[in-house]
C-alpha cells in the first residue's frame, strides 16, 4: 500500500453525490484497491453532514 491523493464519490441520498477532491488514501501498488485511514473517514463523515441535499453533485476539495 503507499500512500496517494485522489478523487472520490459519495453518495449522501438518492439524488446527491459529493465528490471528494484529493483525498488522501492509500492504494495497493498492484490492484486498484484502496483504503482510507480512520482520521481522514472520521473527517470525511464531517465534511459530509455540511452537504447541501438540494444539489445533485457538489465538489468539495478535501483539507485536513
Same mark, same amino acid.
Given at each position: 500500500?503507499?500512500?496517494?491523493?485522489?478523487?472520490?464519490?459519495?453518495?449522501?441520498?438518492?439524488?446527491?453525490? /459529493?465528490?471528494?477532491?484529493?483525498?488522501?488514501? !492509500?492504494?495497493?501498488?498492484?490492484? @486498484?484497491?484502496? &483504503?482510507?485511514?480512520?482520521? /481522514?473517514?472520521?473527517?470525511?463523515?464531517?465534511? !459530509?453532514?455540511?452537504?447541501?441535499? @438540494?444539489?445533485? &453533485?457538489?465538489?468539495?476539495?478535501?483539507?485536513?
Amino acid at each position: 500500500m503507499r500512500p496517494t491523493k485522489s478523487d472520490l464519490p459519495f453518495k449522501t441520498s438518492e439524488q446527491t453525490i /459529493v465528490i471528494l477532491k484529493s483525498l488522501p488514501a !492509500l492504494q495497493c501498488e498492484n490492484c @486498484a484497491q484502496y &483504503l482510507i485511514e480512520d482520521a /481522514v473517514l472520521s473527517r470525511v463523515d464531517k465534511i !459530509l453532514t455540511t452537504v447541501d441535499g @438540494a444539489a445533485e &453533485l457538489e465538489i468539495i476539495r478535501y483539507a485536513a
